[in-house]
């Protein structure tokens, strides 16, 4: 499988890029920042320059051209109001619309759990993420690509476990990143996991199951 993938050089990108590489995929790592290419080559994926903001949907289409899937898993983090509406919004909707053009029609999105720090002081920049991300779930829906949408709880940067609790409605948690980089592996290849959206923390099923629980009754099963 030949991977591109926007937010390679992130907690959850650069563990998913060598996870896929480990297994044999080819991965491309699309990336803003240059000083960036050391970490994404790092984990054995091959950098690309490209920039969700400047780029055009159509120089987009034409990096993701000849790849089998897009993953998602870029953001902002934190830098601005501004940012996040360029990057976790209006990025992905490009990044959707270019995948489409480029006939790439799996498309993964790691998004965010609703409840994510409900418990912390309102704050203005982390409610407008919510809400950004929550929009951008709405257009990646409304496509008609083979998406799926992964909303990990609090992300962690201890060790993964290799155990998950994983479905449409779970309660709220903490999820190491690399359970969540294992999760997305083993879903991306699944093609039966198709259009719904999987919540996702820290649990008691190993991730192959988690994923085999969530495939249609009647769905094929590929490794």
Known sequence: ???????AAGGVGRRLARLLTDHGDAVTGMLRNPAQADTVRACGATPLAGDLIDDSVQLLAAKMAGHDAVVFSAGAHGTGIELTTAIDGAGLEKAADAAARAGVSRFVLVSVFPDALRGQEPNEGFEHYIKVKKSADVYLTHTDLDWLIVRPGSLLDQPGTGRVTAGPAIEYGDVPREDVAAFI????????????IVELTTGETPVADAVARLLPATGPRVC
Not at 1 to 7: A, H, L, P, R
Not at 185 to 196: E, F, K, T, Y
């Open 1 to 7: 499988m030949k991977v591109f993938q926007i937010g």
């Open 185 to 196: 592996d083993a879903a991306l290849h699944q093609p039966a996991l198709s259009r719904v």
